[in-house]
């Protein structure tokens, strides 16, 4: 009987060591993935904090753009018609013709459109109900208008895009990057294209012919340059930009915009 009785009291003892080492791995385990679920909630946290400090820094970005644009084409376009249109004016003391009248109304006629031109360049509301093919359609028809560019543009029947928030985000992507060419490739011919294929990969591209760069100065913090920006704002809507360029040989800026369907 001792010996059996010992049998026992060590059986007891080994199953009770084995229970607690079962507990001890199992509260481990939960320890684990308590600690796993905390940091995965904070990075997520960290994320959504990260992309709301984007997403603020893109808006000022776009409202400095929007005023530098409306400065820019009330100097360069209406300030100047209206100007003309004040000598006009200040003529008709000595004569009054028709040909002058004539001349007067019809640039007061420019100075009204350009105007209402300028503000459906900036009406988001615009830009939802026309699409962004129109839109920038739009806009290169007005870069014709100064003259100072010829343009082209091409896109296919089945063009659609996925969303109305991602209108308004390449709209203005496409915006600053014309803005760029304007101000730094010196170029005078400017082409667009926007497609999309069989999987829905939507691919738009933006040529100049102008004198091209260096593409290393991406990877600096350069003002004027910008390019850097888009790059960073077509993480908001799961793009990719690649852009090709070289001294003399002009660039070519192509965004590559994924179906949500296959960004999940």
């Given at each position: 009987?001792?010996?059996?009785?010992?049998?026992?009291?060590?059986?007891?003892?080994?199953?009770?060591?084995?229970?607690v080492?079962?507990?001890?791995?199992?509260?481990?385990l939960?320890?684990?993935?308590?600690?796993?679920?905390?940091?995965?909630?904070?990075?997520?946290?960290?994320?959504k904090?990260?992309?709301?400090?984007?997403?603020?820094?893109?808006?000022?970005?776009?409202?400095?753009?929007?005023?530098?644009?409306?400065?820019q084409?009330i100097?360069?376009?209406?300030?100047?018609?209206?100007?003309l249109?004040?000598?006009?004016?200040n003529?008709?003391d000595?004569?009054?013709?028709?040909?002058?009248?004539?001349?007067?109304?019809?640039?007061?006629?420019?100075?009204i459109?350009?105007?209402?031109?300028?503000?459906?360049?900036?009406?988001n509301?615009?830009?939802?109900?026309?699409?962004?093919?129109?839109?920038?359609?739009?806009?290169?028809?007005?870069?014709?208008?100064?003259?100072?560019?010829?343009?082209?543009?091409?896109?296919?029947?089945?063009?659609?895009?996925?969303?109305?928030?991602?209108?308004?985000?390449l709209?203005?992507?496409?915006?600053?990057?014309?803005?760029?060419?304007?101000?730094?490739?010196?170029?005078?011919?400017?082409?667009?294209?926007?497609?999309?294929?069989?999987?829905?990969?939507?691919?738009?591209?933006?040529?100049?012919?102008?004198?091209?760069?260096?593409?290393s100065l991406?990877?600096?913090?350069r003002?004027?340059?910008?390019?850097?920006?888009?790059?960073?704002?077509?993480?908001?809507?799961n793009?990719?930009?690649?852009?090709?360029?070289?001294?003399?040989?002009?660039?070519?800026?192509?965004?590559?915009i994924?179906?949500?369907?296959?960004?999940?």
């Amino acid at each position: 009987m001792p010996r059996q009785e010992e049998d026992i009291l060590i059986t007891i003892v080994v199953a009770s060591v084995f229970f607690v080492l079962i507990g001890s791995f199992l509260l481990l385990l939960v320890f684990v993935f308590l600690r796993r679920q905390r940091k995965n909630k904070e990075e997520k946290e960290e994320m959504k904090n990260r992309f709301e400090r984007t997403l603020l820094k893109t808006q000022l970005e776009i409202q400095e753009q929007a005023f530098a644009y409306i400065s820019q084409e009330i100097h360069d376009n209406i300030g100047q018609v209206l100007s003309l249109v004040r000598l006009n004016l200040n003529t008709f003391d000595n004569s009054i013709t028709e040909e002058k009248i004539n001349q007067t109304d019809e640039l007061l006629g420019k100075a009204i459109k350009d105007l209402r031109d300028l503000s459906h360049n900036l009406q988001n509301n615009r830009i939802h109900h026309i699409g962004i093919v129109e839109s920038v359609r739009q806009l290169l028809v007005s870069l014709e208008k100064t003259g100072r560019f010829t343009t082209s543009f091409k896109t296919s029947d089945n063009f659609h895009i996925l969303d109305a928030n991602t209108d308004i985000i390449l709209y203005r992507m496409i915006q600053e990057i014309v803005n760029n060419i304007i101000k730094h490739a010196s170029a005078d011919h400017i082409e667009i294209s926007i497609d999309n294929d069989a999987a829905d990969l939507i691919t738009i591209q933006i040529t100049d012919n102008g004198i091209g760069f260096d593409t290393s100065l991406l990877n600096q913090e350069r003002p004027g340059i910008g390019l850097q920006n888009i790059i960073n704002r077509s993480k908001m809507i799961n793009a990719t930009v690649s852009v090709n360029s070289s001294p003399g040989n002009g660039t070519a800026i192509t965004l590559h915009i994924k179906p949500k369907s296959a960004s999940v």
